[in-house]
Nanobody, 124 residues
Framework: QVHLVESGGGSVQAGGSLRLSCAASIYTYSTYCMGWFHQAEGKERERVASIGGDGAANYKDSVMGRFTISQDNAKNTLYLQMDSLRPVDTGMYYC??????????????????WGQGTQVTVSI
């Protein structure tokens, strides 16, 4: 099982940028797919970005072109570069894992190993 710790959240004005980090307790590239999730107050958690088993990045439409997900396997760290932030981006951001089949690289099953989250607040 992997332990995840998010950091990098904060308060910024609309149009600003933040870079979130998710440090994993173990090497994850070969065994897990990784993703970032956003939960606004009173709403369900939604996936905003993830890296598939083939290394390809996937984004929620509303963050396409503004957010960039990346992974530094040497540091066991997942990142989310957030640019052109909007007030609707406010909320908690969590990283999570999804198991990866070693033979095919395909992701399967449910997202899990949730971190404690990091708060992002974007003001007008």
């Amino acid at each position: 099982q992997v332990h995840l710790v998010e950091s990098g959240g904060g308060s910024v004005q609309a149009g600003g940028s933040l870079r979130l980090s998710c440090a994993a307790s173990i090497y994850t590239y070969s065994t897990y797919c990784m993703g970032w999730f956003h939960q606004a107050e009173g709403k369900e958690r939604e996936r905003v970005a993830s890296i598939g088993g083939d290394g390809a990045a996937n984004y929620k439409d509303s963050v396409m072109g503004r957010f960039t997900i990346s992974q530094d396997n040497a540091k066991n760290t997942l990142y989310l570069q957030m640019d052109s932030l909007r007030p609707v981006d406010t909320g908690m951001y969590y990283c999570a894992t999804r198991p990866k089949l070693a033979a095919t690289g395909n992701c399967y099953g449910d997202w899990g190993n949730w971190g404690q989250g990091t708060q992002v607040t974007v003001s007008i």
